[in-house]
Every structure is written in C-alpha cells, then in structure tokens.
C-alpha cells in the first residue's frame, strides 16, 4: 500500500474511532508518527484536518484520561515476577500538567503499602527537595522504573526492567513535562541504556523521547550521604533554569 492509500485508512479508522466515541488513538505514538509524515499524533481532536496538519503531539488534549487509560491498561499486572510479592501496583502520581517529572527506581516497603510513590523516608526528603525548588509535590509528577516492589528492595533485574519500562516511557510522553530528572544510577542507567556511573551521569542534561533529562542522586543515597546534598541542589538549579528558557 503507498503512503497517501495508508494516509486515507488511517483517517478512515480514526474517524471510525471518533464516532464510537474513543478519544485516543490505541496505536504506538512511533506508528503514527511513521504515518504521518514524522509528525506524532497522538489523541483523536474534533477535526480531522486538525489531526493531519498538528505540528505538537496533542497531548494536551486530556492528559489525565491517556494516563486512567494507561493505569487501566496495565491492571493487575502479572507480566514479570515482581507480581508474586507485590502488595500494590505503584503507578506513579502528581499533577498531568507537570513541568517537573521525577522517576525513581521502583516502590519500597512504604510505597508498596500505601501504593503511592516516594513516600517513606527517601520520599520525604523528595518532598523536601520539591519544595525548595519553589513546586508543591501536588505540581510535579513522580513515577518509577519498575511499578511493584523489588523483594527485599533489591535492584531491578533486567527483565523486569525491559517489560515495565515501556510504561514510563508512555508516562512520560502524555505528560510531557519540561524536564525529567532520574532518581539514582538503576534509574538513569534503565531510562537511558547506558551503564556510566551516575556520580558522572548527574549534573548533565541527556534527552529522553526529546525531553531534556538530569539524572541526579537517589534520595536514600542522600539520606546516607548527606554531604552530597549540595551535588543535587545544583543538579536542580540547572533543571530550574531549563525550566524557565
Ligand atoms: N525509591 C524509589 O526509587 N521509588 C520509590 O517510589 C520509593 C523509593
């Protein structure tokens, strides 16, 4: 089939999709993206020539609806082996409209409790963090690499990694945010395939799906260190300034 048959099936299901009532297309961003002349679309809009000549993602149509409908999507999950001892499936919280997006590594004892990240000790200190840069927690949105707890903590196995991740990807796509910053080495390492170590890592920007990224030391890692506090104030001072440009 040539590019401009395919164009027109395309729209043929879109417009199928609207009328049933869907407002976001279930098809890979990338997928569409080949399509459509590189230009990623992402939800169904009121008109279909909006959709063709969108030169932005449309993401902001109803970022909390995409995020409900990826929580959904991934359930009760049971996709790799972490389901067994896992109390809750930790999807991740914070406003949709965020600018500021944190993922860390994956839910701990607290977390996996109460099903909501970051919110024992390592999250407190997040908190704090949060708060000095001039955001409330409620403005960011935070979310891990891996949605269920590691028994025993234990790092995330590679496999475990390769099937959650996706999940974050798409996290991170809806929202959108002005920039990311990776909490900790497993964090920085699995969102950007590379194995540095995050003490050379933290303090750049690299680019994830075209957001700018700072990795930058995990909260627990601070909370035994704390004379490195000062290493992620700076890291936040550039994210603060990417913000503003
Ligand atoms: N550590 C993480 O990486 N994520 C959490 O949600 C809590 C602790």
């Given at each position: 089939?040539?590019?401009?048959?395919?164009?027109?099936?395309?729209?043929?299901?879109?417009?199928?999709?609207?009328e049933l009532?869907?407002?976001?297309?279930?098809?890979?961003?990338?997928?569409?993206?080949?399509?459509?002349?590189?230009?990623?679309?992402?939800?169904?809009?009121?008109?279909?020539?909006k959709i063709m000549?969108?030169?932005?993602?449309?993401?902001?149509?109803?970022?909390?609806?995409?995020?409900?409908?990826?929580?959904?999507?991934?359930?009760?999950?049971?996709?790799?082996?972490?389901?067994k001892?896992?109390?809750n499936?930790?999807?991740?919280?914070?406003?949709?409209?965020?600018?500021?997006?944190?993922?860390?590594?994956?839910?701990?004892?607290?977390?996996?409790?109460?099903?909501?990240?970051f919110?024992?000790?390592?999250g407190?200190?997040?908190?704090r963090?949060?708060?000095?840069?001039?955001?409330?927690?409620?403005?960011?949105?935070i979310a891990n690499?891996?949605?269920?707890?590691?028994?025993?903590?234990?790092?995330?196995?590679?496999?475990?990694?390769?099937?959650?991740?996706?999940?974050?990807?798409?996290?991170?796509e809806?929202?959108?945010p002005?920039?990311?910053?990776?909490?900790?080495?497993?964090?920085?390492?699995s969102?950007?395939?590379?194995?540095?170590p995050?003490?050379?890592m933290?303090?750049?920007?690299?680019?994830?799906?075209n957001?700018?990224?700072?990795?930058?030391?995990?909260?627990?890692?601070?909370?035994?260190?704390?004379?490195?506090?000062?290493?992620?104030?700076?890291?936040?001072?550039?994210v603060?300034?990417?913000?503003?440009?």
């Amino acid at each position: 089939m040539d590019k401009q048959a395919m164009t027109a099936e395309l729209l043929k299901a879109i417009k199928t999709y609207e009328e049933l009532g869907f407002r976001y297309l279930p098809l890979k961003q990338d997928r569409i993206t080949d399509l459509l002349h590189s230009r990623p679309v992402y939800a169904v809009s009121e008109s279909r020539e909006k959709i063709m000549t969108a030169p932005q993602p449309c993401l902001s149509l109803d970022k909390d609806s995409a995020l409900q409908q990826l929580k959904e999507e991934i359930g009760d999950c049971t996709r790799c082996r972490l389901h067994k001892e896992r109390k809750n499936v930790v999807f991740g919280e914070g406003s949709s409209e965020a600018r500021l997006m944190f993922i860390g590594e994956g839910p701990g004892r607290d977390e996996d409790i109460q099903a909501r990240p970051f919110v024992g000790e390592a999250g407190r200190l997040l908190t704090r963090l949060i708060e000095k840069m001039g955001m409330k927690r409620e403005d960011v949105y935070i979310a891990n690499i891996v949605k269920c707890r590691p028994p025993f903590n234990r790092d995330p196995e590679q496999d475990e990694i390769a099937t959650c991740k996706p999940f974050v990807e798409r996290q991170a796509e809806i929202i959108h945010p002005g920039v990311i910053m990776s909490l900790g080495r497993v964090s920085a390492q699995s969102i950007l395939g590379m194995k540095m170590p995050i003490g050379r890592m933290r303090g750049n920007f690299f680019s994830f799906h075209n957001i700018p990224l700072m990795p930058t030391f995990h909260p627990a890692y601070l909370l035994r260190n704390p004379k490195d506090k000062w290493l992620v104030w700076d890291d936040a001072q550039k994210v603060l300034e990417k913000l503003k440009n």
